[in-house]
Every structure is written in C-alpha cells, then in structure tokens.
Antibody, heavy 126, light 111 residues
C-alpha cells in the first residue's frame, strides 16, 4: 500500500512562498494522481489542486489559481505544492492525498482521496 | 463558506445511530454519484470511509453507510462507539472546472 510522507512544519513571513513536499513510498508513483488539500484553523477542508505525474499536468482550484504551483518529480516519487504571496489566512495544515478516479467512456472523474499524508503545518506570521 | 452544507455538530449515545447530511446543488452532489466521506481525528490524517456515495473501502466497518437522494448525501453510523467521535467531511466531484468541493465538516460527539 502506498504511503505519503510530507515535509516538516514551516514558518513563513507574509509575502513569501512555501514549498511542501509529499514523497510516495511503495506503489507506482507515476500511476497516481496527487491532490493537495488544506485545513485552516477552525475551518473545513479545501481542495487546492492536483497533478498527474505521468503527464506532468496540473489542475488548480479557482481560489488558488494565481498563487499555487503543483509539480512532481518521478525520479524521487515526490510531489510538491508551492504557494506564493503568503498571507496570514494561509496559515493551515496542508495535506497531500492520492486521488482515485472513476472512469467511464474514456473520461475520468475525481472519486476519492486515500491515503493522505500526515499533514504539514504552515504558519504565516510577521 | 464551504460549497457543501453539513450540520456543524451531531451527537449520540453509544449504540445509537446518527445521520450526517451533506447538501449540495445540481452541479455537484445532484449530478454525480461521486460523493465520498472522510473521518478526521484532530492531529491525524483524514480517513476515507465511504466513496461513490455508498461503497466502503476495505477495512472500514459496516457500521458506516452512505446514501444519496437528489442534491443531498448522507452518512449513517450505526452502533455508535466512543472511537467514532471525530469530524466528518463530505466531498463531491463538481465538474471539470471546479473539480472537487468539500463540506464544512460535522463534529460528532459520542455522549
């Protein structure tokens, strides 16, 4: 079973950027789709975007379109999420998760997220 | 404000059953069977409990069940146990522009 291990906690200044990593162990990384989801304090889960490593293609939620970049390095089975122009509201726990898809008639749809990484706390503070 | 609406909290006694609702729109829950539910204990990674509306992953107790009617999906937990106390989130596919939306989460308290 694949496991996802994320990088450690970060403290960043407003206006800076943060890059969080998510390393997959076991399984075939290139066959996965990896999504990023965050949870701000006292808030619910919020999907940020995803990447299909074998194609190198990424999709982003509209709320983050201008500030987030998701990449993947197949050679190290690692996905990355970089968020720029950080503000205090970006203080949150960031999770990566493997995305399962439901495919029919050659079209695939996001179905589930499992497993999840352990989460990375990013604190934005001056 | 989350795209899917869940009650902020529900509670039940051990052995009882509870149901958590998840209301969306015809653009997400109402259009796709792709509703999933996650159990989240604070400080831990979320855990997939239900996918495709009513399917259970291997290893998830059959006390957990899911259903959908129109724009509303539901998660039912029967035979409540202390370890079920957690936050629960619903999630739905929402089309090729929005992709995915989550609910705001429901805190389950086992009395």
């Amino acid at each position: 079973q694949v496991q996802l291990v994320q990088s450690g906690a970060e403290v960043k200044k407003p206006g800076s950027s943060v890059k969080v990593s998510c390393k997959a162990s076991r399984g075939t990384f290139t066959s996965y789709t990896i999504s990023w989801v965050r949870q701000a304090p006292g808030q619910g889960l919020q999907w940020m975007g995803r990447i299909i490593p074998v194609f190198g293609t990424a999709n982003y939620a509209q709320n983050f379109q201008d500030r987030v970049t998701i990449t993947a390095d197949e050679s190290t089975s690692t996905a990355y999420m970089e968020l720029s122009s950080l503000r205090s509201e970006d203080t949150a726990v960031y999770y990566c998760a493997r995305e399962g898809e439901f495919c029919t008639n050659a079209v695939c749809y996001t179905d589930w997220f499992d497993p999840w990484g352990q989460g990375t706390l990013v604190t934005v503070s001056s | 404000q989350s795209a899917l609406t869940q009650p902020a909290s529900v509670s039940g006694s051990p052995g009882q059953s509870i149901t958590i609702s998840c209301t969306g729109t015809s653009s997400d829950v109402g259009s796709y069977k792709l509703v999933s539910w996650y159990q989240h204990h604070p400080g831990k990674a979320p855990k997939l409990m239900i996918y495709e509306g009513s399917k259970r992953p291997s290893g998830v107790s059959n006390r957990f069940s899911g259903s959908k009617s129109g724009n509303t999906a539901s998660l039912t937990i029967s035979g409540l146990q202390a370890e079920d106390e957690a936050d629960y989130y619903c999630c739905s596919y929402a089309g090729s522009s929005t992709f995915v939306v989550f609910g705001g989460g429901t805190k389950l308290t086992v009395l």
